[in-house]
């Protein structure tokens, strides 16, 4: 599929894969496309950063290629490796059969057949599809080292390998970073992408977004559990529910064909929207009726 030509196409788009998509977010989406830009993303876990990267490789019929960030992530991780049992096994090999150039050896010991692509360097590669979508999921994990190698990443679309030389994306990836901002990332990688804050959805939005992922769910449970998700974020807890919980939620009540919500529901099920044992402590006893019934109450009619 060719990319939008608009903000709304945007939204069509990944509405079309259960992807509720505000005017803001749509538009930092489209003009990261056309301008080939990198996409950063900011916001709570849960929210959705990492699924509109999901979607957008769908809706565009691309590859999607995920470089998941962790603690000690380094260059060779994300780019490449050799492939050193199979480097090992061809040098003992050629040793055994006797009379090996040993130049020759070498050249092939580094060469594309012992390679193993890591996703960095997989998003360089030219695909028949078009250029493949690259997400970079929770960069606030890794250090700032890593950072640092990915600014030629970013600003050049090129990654180097000593043994084989610099190689170049003929067609640069649509990439998007990802960051749940458990630390602040460098300025200098911000500023080669364009930003935004995913914050949590409005109600209207978050039932839109309900309706979309478990459209299973009546109107009047949809409203409930959105209703009691968004008074339990304004509580004093160590892990607010995202959207990901919401529709987590929902879905566990329609296995247990719940109809309406109510505390001993509750009670059961919190461990589909908390993900603390402190947190589900703190809505024992009435805390989770008194929240159910703010929720209730602001549902009614003014």
């Given at each position: 599929?060719?990319?939008?030509?608009?903000?709304?196409?945007?939204?069509?788009?990944?509405?079309?894969?259960?992807?509720?998509?505000?005017?803001?977010?749509?538009?930092?989406v489209f003009l990261s496309m056309r301008l080939g830009r990198?996409?950063?993303?900011?916001?709570?876990?849960?929210?959705?950063?990492?699924?509109?990267?999901?979607?957008?490789?769908?809706?565009?019929?691309?590859?999607?290629?995920?470089?998941?960030?962790?603690?000690?992530?380094?260059?060779?991780?994300?780019?490449?490796?050799?492939?050193?049992?199979?480097?090992?096994?061809?040098?003992?090999?050629?040793?055994?059969?006797?009379?090996?150039?040993?130049?020759?050896?070498?050249?092939?010991?580094?060469?594309?057949?012992?390679?193993?692509?890591?996703?960095?360097?997989?998003?360089?590669?030219?695909?028949?599809?078009?250029?493949?979508?690259?997400?970079?999921?929770?960069?606030?994990?890794?250090?700032?080292?890593?950072?640092?190698?990915?600014?030629?990443?970013?600003?050049?679309?090129?990654?180097?390998?000593?043994?084989?030389?610099?190689?170049?994306?003929?067609?640069?990836?649509?990439?998007?970073?990802?960051?749940?901002?458990?630390?602040?990332?460098?300025?200098?990688?911000?500023?080669?992408?364009?930003?935004?804050?995913?914050?949590?959805?409005?109600?209207?939005?978050?039932v839109e977004i309900l309706h979309a992922r478990a459209p299973?769910?009546?109107?009047?449970?949809?409203?409930?559990?959105?209703?009691?998700?968004?008074?339990?974020?304004?509580?004093?807890?160590?892990?607010?529910?995202?959207?990901?919980e919401t529709i987590d939620w929902a879905k566990c009540l329609?296995?247990?064909?719940?109809?309406?919500?109510?505390?001993?529901?509750?009670?059961?099920?919190?461990?589909?929207?908390?993900?603390?044992?402190?947190?589900?402590?703190?809505?024992?006893?009435?805390?989770?009726?008194?929240?159910?019934?703010?929720?209730?109450?602001?549902?009614?009619?003014?």
């Amino acid at each position: 599929m060719a990319g939008p030509t608009s903000i709304e196409d945007v939204q069509s788009m990944l509405a079309a894969q259960g992807y509720v998509c505000g005017r803001a977010l749509a538009t930092v989406v489209f003009l990261s496309m056309r301008l080939g830009r990198p996409l950063f993303l900011e916001g709570e876990a849960g929210v959705g950063k990492t699924e509109i990267a999901k979607s957008m490789a769908a809706a565009l019929g691309r590859r999607l290629i995920r470089l998941q960030c962790y603690e000690g992530l380094d260059a060779s991780s994300a780019v490449y490796e050799w492939n050193f049992p199979a480097q090992m096994v061809a040098i003992r090999t050629a040793e055994a059969a006797g009379g090996a150039d040993r130049d020759s050896l070498a050249r092939d010991l580094f060469g594309s057949d012992y390679l193993i692509e890591r996703p960095l360097l997989e998003a360089m590669r030219p695909d028949e599809a078009g250029a493949p979508v690259l997400l970079i999921d929770e960069l606030d994990r890794t250090d700032e080292p890593f950072e640092a190698f990915l600014l030629e990443a970013l600003s050049d679309f090129q990654v180097t390998i000593p043994e084989l030389g610099t190689i170049k994306a003929t067609e640069p990836p649509i990439v998007i970073l990802t960051s749940n901002r458990t630390r602040e990332v460098h300025d200098a990688l911000k500023r080669r992408c364009l930003y935004h804050w995913v914050d949590y959805p409005n109600f209207d939005r978050e039932v839109e977004i309900l309706h979309a992922r478990a459209p299973e769910a009546s109107e009047a449970l949809s409203r409930e559990v959105v209703a009691f998700v968004q008074h339990l974020r304004t509580e004093d807890l160590f892990k607010k529910p995202g959207v990901a919980e919401t529709i987590d939620w929902a879905k566990c009540l329609l296995a247990l064909d719940v109809i309406n919500l109510s505390p001993e529901v509750i009670a059961d099920t919190l461990g589909a929207i908390l993900k603390y044992q402190d947190d589900i402590a703190k809505l024992q006893n009435s805390e989770a009726t008194r929240i159910l019934d703010q929720a209730k109450a602001s549902l009614e009619p003014a």
